[in-house]
Nanobody, 126 residues
Framework: QVQLVESGGGSVQPGGSLRLSCAAS????????LAWFRQAPGMEREGVAA???????AHAGFAEGRLTISKDNAKKTLYLQMNSLKPEDTAMYYC????????????????????WGQGTQVTVSS
């Protein structure tokens, strides 16, 4: 009974910013661990950032200091604030969710997540 819808993607120049959103249709939002992933053409899907059931964030090394995950429980929305964007950030960005389980919170492994949005495209170029 989980539906995830991403929005906020677009085309920006290097150094620009975007704020991605992931709206969830779910009964008990606080029970879910959440994450952002991305995938560029011809490359593997990689974890960007994750959030555990307590709201604790974890970020991939390439995201640290530039891409920041957050959520609003009242709005049932997950965010990814992206600053200082680079061409290497060009990818389809997906949000993902799973019922939180012991040791699973904050994971950047895609196999840990059961529900996925359809993605929003981010393109960074001159």
């Amino acid at each position: 009974q989980v539906q995830l819808v991403e929005s906020g993607g677009g085309s920006v120049q290097p150094g620009g910013s975007l704020r991605l959103s992931c709206a969830a249709s779910v009964d008990t939002y606080s029970m879910y661990c959440l994450a952002w992933f991305r995938q560029a053409p011809g490359m593997e899907r990689e974890g960007v950032a994750a959030m555990d059931e307590d709201g604790g964030p974890a970020h991939a090394g390439f995201a640290e200091g530039r891409l920041t995950i957050s959520k609003d429980n009242a709005k049932k929305t997950l965010y990814l604030q992206m600053n200082s964007l680079k061409p290497e950030d060009t990818a389809m960005y997906y949000c993902a969710a799973a019922l939180c389980r012991n040791g699973g919170g904050g994971s950047l492994a895609e196999d840990e997540y059961d529900y996925w949005g359809q993605g929003t495209q981010v393109t960074v170029s001159s």
